[in-house]
């Protein structure tokens, strides 16, 4: 009786994302409908059906289909299962590419990621580093943290990468004490975005920026942080770039927006 009451309840949940999706549709709000179809409806099936979270299946596929301590082919593997099998978002490989540009141009000794998901770009990004350099990423879900660890070490970097579980803005003040961070040559932007504007002004206020510091922000378009772009463009302190690209795994039109501290 219990077992029949869950399968209604999640077939009622179900009908309501369908309802929501066709909702989107009519508003011809191609983005959001696929971010829905991907994120919740047949993710949620997925795990119901598999009785397993998405980001397990994707660590399971690149503990059995890549290399160990190959970094390559960890993001090579996960890129595969994601165009492939199922949606998720991590920056992905054409907005990797961006990425791995700022890094290599920037060259830091101490990068900071706000938002691990998987642990994806801290591999990519981690595989860049100089000797001696290190990565401090945060992620606020202890699940996705569990994953991204693993990956991590599965890939072999876990050396110059340390996840730092917790909300970013409880994490940021504590960068300078608790993690001996002077200053951060490199933060990539790629948590929740209502949180991109005000964790922008607390770095700042914890002192954290030096001159020619770069910040590089993912999903300026979609799912869209206006208010960080309205606030970055605006301010005298940095100076930015905006990188037109695609949303991750998709044809959805994204950007990436990178802001030079000036000092």
Known sequence: MLESSSVLLFIVFVLIFVLLLFTVLIRKNAA??????????REKITN???NQSKEQRILDFVLQNAVRGDPCSVVDTIDKYCSQKEWAMNVGNEKGI?????????????ALELGTYCGYSAVRIAQLLKPGARLLTVEF???FAAIAKQMIEFAGVHDKVKILEGPSEEIIPQLKKKYEVDTLDFVFLDHWKDRYTPDTILIQECNLLRKGSVLLADNVIVPGA????????????????????HL?????????EKAVFLG
């Open 32 to 41: 959001a409908v696929a971010l829905i179809w991907h994120e919740i409806i």
């Open 48 to 50: 119901f059906i598999m």
């Open 98 to 110: 961006i990425l791995d540009k700022t890094v290599e141009e920037v060259n830091p000794s101490v």
């Open 141 to 143: 879900n202890p699940k």
């Open 226 to 245: 206006p208010e960080f772009l309205n606030y970055i463009r605006n301010n005298p302190r940095f100076q930015c770039t905006n990188y037109p690209s």
């Open 248 to 256: 991750e795994y998709m044809k959805v039109k994204d950007a990436m």
